[in-house]
């Protein structure tokens, strides 16, 4: 517990989202008129989200992503794990609100949020049997570490045979022998 207690940011989610999109694939590669395409299915995709349309039934018609099934949700994410501009418009968004038209790696996405969760601590009864585990795993090591250094220190090594002795040069490889002649 006092580990728990001591190190509270450890033991804390941080905020998530969930967030729904709609994803036209293209490329920087693709030919422009690719390109132009995609980017007029994404406008107008866009243009019935802010108009108030169903933005599932969107995601179904218009999205090529394999979320598009489930209306384009993504579920709750925290950040750091989906493409940076992904994410700075999800966390930038109040719930409910359309994402203007942005471009990820993927190729061209409009997001609407779904959900906010606050960042919440995680409840000590739920990590208390990785802390238990870790604390004693910790005392082990620390026992082993402290008996190693005693039987060092009691030992009384005796060389007998020399040749385990370092070679003058301190490569401990050894020499060739001189050659006769």
């Known amino acids: 517990r006092a580990l728990y207690d001591a190190h509270p940011d450890a033991f804390t989610e941080g905020e998530q989202v969930r967030a729904s999109f709609i994803l036209v694939p293209s490329s920087p590669q693709d030919p422009q008129a690719r390109r132009d395409d995609a980017r007029r299915r994404i406008d107008e995709a866009h243009a019935k989200a802010v108009a108030g349309e169903d933005f599932a039934a969107l995601a179904k018609q218009y999205s ?67 802390l238990t585990l870790q604390v004693v795993q910790q005392k082990e090591s620390a026992a ?23 070679q003058e040069g301190g490569s401990g490889e050894e020499k060739p022998a001189p050659k006769e002649g």
């Open 144 to 166: 082993v570490k402290e008996r190693l250094q005693q039987l060092r220190e009691a030992a009384k090594i005796e060389l007998v045979d020399r040749s385990f002795l370092p």
């Open 64 to 130: 090529q992503d394999s979320t598009a099934a489930k209306g384009g949700d993504v579920g709750f994410f925290p950040k750091g794990v989906m493409f940076p501009e992904f994410e700075k418009q999800a966390f930038a968004l109040e719930v409910g609100a359309v994402s203007p038209v942005f471009e990820t790696p993927k190729g061209f996405n409009v997001l609407k949020l779904t959900a906010r969760k606050p960042p919440t601590k995680i409840p000590f009864a739920e990590v208390k049997p990785t």
